[in-house]
Each structure stands twice: as C-alpha cells, then as structure tokens.
C-alpha cells in the first residue's frame, strides 16, 4: 500500500493550465527555431508535415482523410496543400481502390528524396535545440507526450467523412 502523496493524484486547475502553458511556449518556441534555421526550407512546415506523414505510410500513401486526421488543418486546406505539393511534383493523387470516391495521396520519387533531405536537416536541428536536456529528460518528455496523446486520442471517424475531430471536442 503506498501512501498518497498529492503528487498522484490528478492536477489541479492551476497544476493543469501551468504545464499546458509551459508546453504550448515550448513548442512555439521549437517551431520559430525550426522555421528561423531554415529547416523545411523550400516548404512550409506544414507542407513538410505531409510529405513526413507520407514517407512513414505503407507504400508511401495515405487516404486525403487520413491526412487530415490529426492534422490542425482543414480538408479545403490539406487539399489546396496537395494541390502545391502535386504541382510542384512531390505527391500525385490517386482514386482510392477501395472506395472509387476517395482519393489517396502518393510521395513521389522525387517527393522521398527532399523529404529524407530536409528531414536530415531537422533531426540535427532538433538535436541542438534539445541539448538542454538530458538523454533521460528527453525520454521522459517523449514518455509523457506520448501518454498525453494517447489518452486524449479522438475516434477516427471513417464511417462520417462530414465530421471532424475538432467537432468532437465541440
């Protein structure tokens, strides 16, 4: 039996909005780093987003409503982004074997190759601007990011193409 020390139970209010604060300037603050350094450059962070998400796909693809799916982007946006990346040769769209209505999103050679460049680029950066920590903290942030995540994962909604996770949260 252990004792309750405060510290396992839930955060307070206070407890609660201080590390979403913390958190949330952290991850400006990394992204203004990334973008100041060039990381994604010729892109767009989001841009390059998409093209990482597709690189970790089976086969490179991924339906434009996964794209969406945790993405802070709307279909209309994620679509005019493809639409860039398609022009610019890096994906191609593709209808959706299995639902002829769909389309699917595909890298393309040419699209893999900066992706693993730019993506060279970031982990080294990344690297640097979390020298601060140690190996340990950084396992530790990872660890609670990923629990955060995880227990606050909206239900894919496949089945209503028409809703969004951020009408869930509503």
Request: charged share 25%.
């Amino acid at each position: 039996m252990s004792v309750a020390t405060g510290l396992d139970r839930p955060p307070t209010p206070r407890a609660a909005s201080a590390a979403w604060e913390a958190l949330l300037r952290a991850q400006a603050s990394l992204m203004a780093g990334f973008e100041a350094g060039g990381d994604f450059d010729p892109l767009s962070a989001r841009e390059y987003d998409v093209l990482f998400r597709l690189a970790g796909a089976p086969g490179g693809r991924l339906a434009m409503r996964e794209l969406v799916t945790g993405a802070l982007v709307s279909q209309p946006g994620i679509s005019r982004l493809v639409d860039r990346l398609t022009a610019a040769g890096l994906t191609r769209r593709e209808p959706d074997a299995r639902d002829g209505r769909a389309i699917v999103v595909v890298l393309t050679p040419r699209g893999r190759a900066l992706q693993r460049e730019l993506g060279r680029r970031h982990v080294r950066s990344i690297t640097a601007r979390l020298a601060p920590l140690s190996e340990r903290e950084a396992r530790l942030l990872q660890a609670l990011c990923t629990r955060l995540t995880d227990a606050l994962a909206v239900p894919d909604h496949a089945d209503r193409p028409d809703r969004t996770a951020w009408e869930d949260a509503s």
